[in-house]
């Protein structure tokens, strides 16, 4: 009888358990959604894509709710308004509204600015890590393969 000897490789499978700390997601109505897995928080922070911006030209004011405010997968909570349009904010995930990023109230340009950063727009108390795979949820390259077809 031969036994094979197949040494495991320590590096091999360990990253496919260990989810990375921060997840990010897409909608197809432009939004983001980030959700950072290292604390107990539960807490995920949403905005609009870079594309969103760009699309919406100067932003010259932002609807913010008001914290505590529950919303609803698919449902508006605020809305983007810039020279050219409005557009309304769909919130990816259920939850709480537990901060706004009230800079926005004097720096709408923020979301020009950096959409993806200093210019979120909610941090939403979620259920757990299980909404960032709800319906419609799309990984990076999947959003910029939708983008780059539309």
């Known amino acids: 009888m031969v036994t ?3 040494p495991s490789s320590p590096h091999h499978h360990h990253h496919l358990l260990t989810p990375p700390e921060l997840i990010k997601k897409y909608t197809q109505d432009h939004e983001w959604i980030t959700l950072d897995t290292s604390d107990s928080s539960r807490t995920a922070t949403i905005g609009i894509t870079t594309y969103a911006a760009s699309s919406l030209g100067d932003v010259v004011y932002v609807e913010l709710p008001s914290c505590s405010t529950t919303v609803e997968a698919g449902e508006a909570f605020g809305a983007v308004e810039s020279v050219k349009s409005a557009s309304d904010i769909l919130s990816p995930v259920a939850g709480e509204v537990v901060e706004v990023n009230t800079k926005l109230n004097d720096k709408p340009a923020l979301i020009n ?10 941090k939403v108390k979620v259920e757990g890590v299980q909404v960032m795979e709800g319906e419609g949820l799309m990984g990076e390259e999947e959003y910029l393969e939708m983008i780059e077809s539309s």
């Open 4 to 6: 094979l000897f197949l």
């Open 113 to 122: 600015k950096a959409p993806e950063g200093e210019g979120w727009i909610v």
